[in-house]
């Protein structure tokens, strides 16, 4: 592990010596400052989701950048909501600058020292890159590229980032999903799990899969899509954009605290395929009424073809992974985002499953197959509930047993973004990131970009 760290840093000192920055001011934050949040052209609700909460280290006053519109109006509308919500309400104090120089004008006036990015990723990485030439912390939402030049610049930014003394980091709540949490944490255990299964491309030792819709509510109002979300050349195909979590959560649990680099990696099987919407699927999911020119391209008759939907096999480390993402227009009633994930070892299959059997929340199971249940109970006991009180076990008429968890646990996707704020507060105070986070953050886009390239072929 300590070799390929140094071969990392090998790798960006090099990177550093072909790239020249003006002089900067470091935007360090010193002990007892605060930080101070600036948002730039906030395209995906994902950036409104930062401030569903207040944090006592971050400034009440929130700096907006980004041009005039209906995405700039869903954004302060959605901070506006959590203002005036009943029940712990926020006390964001908004100004939005919106002239067409927005970009120039937060790098000229850095009313801020974090720069909070969610929008039209093509575009993203160059945001990215700006901010850290500048001198600016970044916190930005994934996916941060979704091709082979965005991974270049993205290269580039970590160089620059390290020279400038700032901070970036990526948003992957789902590490925060009680359910994964948990099967990482029995995956760890010997006793119980054994040792990760090398598998098959028929039967690979970890497969992620996860199903999105494009209309759904989010803190209780139905979400606006933007146009171009469906243009896969600004939102990334399904190859690119969700499965950026499961490629993390892959690394973050199979080799956890691991430092991952690209000769880990071997991607072998990758395919990508359109879901088609109506005019009026799609009228509803954005409150537009006629399909905008800059889609034209993906019509096929009378629909329009999304391809938003992605599957690709790879190993990591020798260890054969899958993953997969399905985009419907809409869940069933009372049913929302799914997610499913098996990790299978040499004493124990871990899977969560999160089905009608379930009520649509993740559930997590344990399949043993050489392992005792006695060690799993211990494990339970002496490991999970010290961390989480109120974990428990059931045996199922199945031979499966479920891990049952206290509803408290359960907070959900939207809450999951306080969690990882939180996180990137910490890294702010320490100012330092985990040694394995930037080198696994390159593999995990160097995977996605390397299943896109695949898939094109």
């Known amino acids: 592990m300590a070799v390929k760290y140094v071969r990392f840093l090998i790798f960006m000192a090099f990177l550093g010596s072909s790239c020249s920055t003006k002089e900067v001011t470091k935007m360090t934050i010193s002990p007892g400052e605060k930080v101070k949040f600036m948002t730039l052209d906030p395209g995906h609700f994902h950036a409104g989701l930062v401030h569903k909460s207040m944090y006592p280290e971050v400034d009440a006053?929130?700096?907006?950048?980004?041009?005039?519109?209906?995405?700039?109006n869903d954004h302060l509308a959605r901070i506006q909501g959590y203002n005036n919500r009943k029940e712990s309400p926020t006390a964001w104090i908004i100004k939005p600058y919106t002239g067409a120089d927005y970009l120039e004008q937060l790098l000229t006036q850095k009313p801020g020292n974090v720069l909070v990015v969610a929008g039209k990723n093509d575009q993203k990485i160059d945001y990215i890159l700006e901010a850290v030439r500048q001198g600016i912390h970044v916190y930005a939402d994934k996916p941060l590229v979704i091709d082979a030049i965005g991974y270049q610049k993205l290269?580039?930014?970590?160089?620059?980032?390290?020279?400038n003394q700032v901070l970036l980091l990526d948003m992957m709540t789902e590490r925060f999903e009680i359910t994964t949490l948990l099967q990482r944490e029995l995956s760890r255990i010997p006793a119980v799990f054994g040792d990760l299964e090398n598998g098959t491309p028929a039967d690979p030792a970890i497969t992620k899969e996860s199903v999105h819709h494009f209309f759904k509510s989010v803190s209780g109002v139905p979400l606006v899509r933007p146009d171009w979300f469906f243009d896969v050349e600004k939102e990334g195909t399904g190859i690119v954009d969700v499965t950026t979590h499961l490629v993390d959560l892959i690394q973050w649990e199979a080799f956890p605290n691991e430092v991952l680099d690209t000769t880990d990696i071997q991607v072998y099987d990758s395919k990508i395929w359109s879901t088609a919407l109506t005019l009026s699927q799609f009228t509803q999911a954005t409150q537009k009424s006629a399909?905008?020119?800059?889609?034209?391209?993906?019509l096929n008759e009378d629909k329009l073809e999304v391809f938003s939907n992605g599957e690709f096999q790879y190993t990591l480390k020798g260890k054969h992974a899958k993953v997969r993402v399905v985009w419907d227009f809409q869940a069933p009633e009372g049913t929302g985002d799914t997610h499913?994930?098996?990790?299978r070892g040499t004493k124990a299959n871990l899977i969560i499953r999160q089905g009608k059997e379930e009520g649509y929340r993740p559930v997590l199971y344990v399949k043993l197959l050489q392992g005792d249940s006695r060690e799993l109970a211990q494990a339970v006991r002496n490991t999970l509930q010290a961390s989480y009180p109120g974990i428990d076990l059931e045996a199922l008429p199945s031979g499966e047993y479920k891990i049952l968890v206290p509803d408290r646990y359960h907070n959900g996707h939207e809450a999951h973004f306080a969690q990882v704020t939180a996180k990137y507060l910490d890294y702010l105070r320490s100012g330092n990131l985990p040694a394995w986070e930037i080198p696994n953050t390159l593999t995990k886009y160097f995977t996605t970009t390397k299943a896109l390239e695949l898939a094109r072929k």
């Open 155 to 163: 290269q580039k930014a970590y160089q620059l980032a390290e020279q």
């Open 291 to 298: 399909f905008p020119e800059f889609l034209t391209k993906y």
């Open 340 to 343: 499913y994930s098996m990790m």
């Open 61 to 72: 006053t929130l700096h907006v950048f980004a041009p005039a519109g209906a995405e700039l």
